[in-house]
């Protein structure tokens, strides 16, 4: 079974500049999430995806960071415009479905904006 | 607010030796617990989980956790370490009712030969 595939693994900006990362979750996967990872900090949410539906975004910040998830399978994170404290490593997971299953992650890109 | 502390930001043990990285969660039902595994440039890789019953729940490559409601931990144990576990760790708490994932500061690991 593939894991979850994400691109690019790495990128470099400068601020105020655009930027935009594509996750493939697992075959059959309903729920998707990203995550920003700071250095020396845990993965925190930014938001979730029900199949192709919004279900929590409270963490996402709107004025920058946009998500979608067309037909409920791949899905494409994007800041416009970067700012130096966005540099972090972005995750995305998926899970199979609602309700306390475990995610499985993908390898991350990782952001650094100059 | 659901929370999980992580107090060792790092931790060194000589190969061989055993291992015990310590999490305490804050959350006011029965919460489901993680343990993951990141490895330099990797994502997250799921170590074991505790949803409900044995309160000792084993996981993957030789680890152990063990549930304590009255002191709201959940530590990882190993026996015996092997270079190969020096990595990153992260507990994280859930709840049945939403999706969301709370993650400690996490815990690096290194060892020693």
């Known amino acids: 079974e593939a894991g979850v595939a994400q691109s690019p693994r790495y990128k470099i900006i400068e601020k105020r500049q655009s930027v935009a990362f594509w996750c493939n979750p697992i075959?059959?996967?309903?729920?998707l999430y990203w995550y920003q990872q700071i250095l020396g900090q845990g993965p925190k949410l930014l938001i979730q995806?029900?199949?192709?539906?919004?279900?929590?975004d409270s963490q996402l910040p709107k004025d920058r960071f946009s998500a979608e998830r067309l037909k409920g399978v791949d899905s494409t994170l994007k800041i416009q415009p970067a700012k130096l404290e966005d540099s972090a490593v972005y995750l995305c997971?998926?899970?199979?479905?609602?309700?306390?299953?475990?995610?499985?992650f993908g390898p991350g890109t990782r952001l650094t904006v100059t | 607010a659901q929370s999980v502390t992580q107090p060792d930001i790092h931790i060194t043990v000589s190969e061989g030796a055993s291992l015990e990285l310590r999490c305490n969660y804050s959350?006011?039902?029965?919460?489901?617990l993680f343990w993951y595994v990141q490895s330099p440039g990797q994502g997250l890789q799921l170590l074991l989980k505790?949803?409900?019953?044995?309160?000792l729940v084993q996981g993957i490559k030789g680890f152990e956790a063990e549930f304590k409601r009255s002191q709201s931990s959940f530590n990882l144990r190993k026996p015996s370490v092997h270079w190969s576990d020096a990595a990153e760790y992260f507990c994280?708490?859930?709840?049945?009712?939403?999706?969301?994932?709370?993650f400690g500061t996490g815990t690096r690991l290194q060892v020693f030969p």
């Open positions: 997971a998926s899970s199979p479905g609602r309700g306390a299953y475990e995610q499985y």
């Open positions: 075959s059959g996967h309903a729920t």
């Open positions: 995806f029900q199949n192709n539906g919004v279900v929590d």
């Open positions: 959350y006011g039902a029965t919460p489901y």
């Open positions: 505790y949803f409900s019953g044995d309160t």
């Open positions: 994280a708490v859930g709840h049945y009712n939403t999706d969301k994932l709370i």
